[in-house]
């Protein structure tokens, strides 16, 4: 079984490059303790034609947690400036192999964008198939973009708690295991160590190869079975921010899983209220 629409490999980008309906997005962002900055990376040299999505900015900036949702109007407004229109195809991709690009991704489709897909293995992979990078910035012609709000695929704390409480739905955690176990300190300051009760651990990094690709699609099946997930059942995905919990649901999301959302604040803010309950 191969993968669906939502994945490109960088041979099939390569033969599209100089299509008129293909959009780029290098959505490149890693977590503070990494001291990397994804906008100078860009400069340095992208995919020929690739704009750069600012997770940080293409947000709800009056939030005080991370990174949350922008609303409807501002995210249209944002990819217009980006040169995307309705009638296009997106790609995303990121520096790391696999681990932002989902994140954009499935911000598109909330915003009822379907035709949206991932470069599997990213910029890494990109290069190393000896595909060019380019330096150049390509002036931007805007498009009309609709959206419609997809909001069964995102969750708040409310539905969270009360998954957390009831098993209403299943809770993935895609947090390395030492986190998830609260065996570590949280990379952001402020931030309680451990999990949401009830919810099982998936880290992101069991999903995708030492190469940043996606693993088969049997061998994804194998992991959520193993993990004892029902894919008939709703799932609610997490992480630390809400960025890499994006992966599970683009794995979830070859494997037909029936209804997938995303808890967009995760343990930023799980983590920072002691209203909520953890385990270790």
Not at 18 to 39: E, G, M, Q, R
Not at 174 to 188: L, N, Q, T
Not at 233 to 246: E, F, L, Q, R, Y
Request: aromatic letters at 10%; one cysteine or more.
């Amino acid at each position: 079984m191969t993968f669906n629409k939502s994945i490109v490999s960088a041979d099939w980008l390569n033969s599209r490059l100089n299509s008129p309906d293909i959009k780029i997005l290098d959505a490149s962002w890693y977590l503070p303790t990494v001291n990397k900055n994804p906008k100078d990376e860009y400069n340095s040299g992208h995919i020929p034609g690739a704009v750069y999505f600012d997770i940080d900015e293409i947000c709800d900036l009056s939030s005080d947690l991370p990174h949350m949702l922008p609303s409807p109007e501002k995210f249209a407004f944002c990819v217009k400036e980006l040169g995307i229109g309705d009638d296009h195809r997106v790609v995303v991709y990121d520096g790391s192999g696999l681990f932002s690009a989902a994140r954009v991704w499935w911000m598109f489709k909330v915003f009822g964008f379907e035709n949206v897909a991932v470069l599997n293995g990213g910029l890494p992979i990109w290069k190393n198939s000896g595909y060019q990078v380019d330096t150049t910035i390509k002036s931007i012609q805007t498009y009309h973009f609709s959206v419609r709000k997809n909001s069964t695929m995102v969750s708040d704390s409310d539905e969270v708690n009360e998954a957390s409480n009831s098993g209403s739905a299943q809770i993935l955690d895609a947090r390395a295991p030492d986190r998830f176990w609260g065996k570590v300190s949280e990379p952001r300051r402020g931030l309680r160590s451990g999990h949401i009760p009830n919810s099982l651990n998936i880290p992101f990094q069991s999903l995708i190869n030492n190469d940043g690709t996606f693993k088969t699609v049997s061998k994804l099946s194998n992991i959520f079975r193993d993990a004892g997930v029902n894919l008939n059942k709703p799932i609610i995905t997490s992480c630390g921010s809400g960025v890499t919990a994006a992966i599970i649901n683009l794995a979830l999301e070859q494997l037909d899983a029936k209804k997938v959302s995303l808890y967009d604040g995760s343990w930023c803010e799980w983590g920072s209220d002691d209203k909520f309950k953890i385990e270790t």
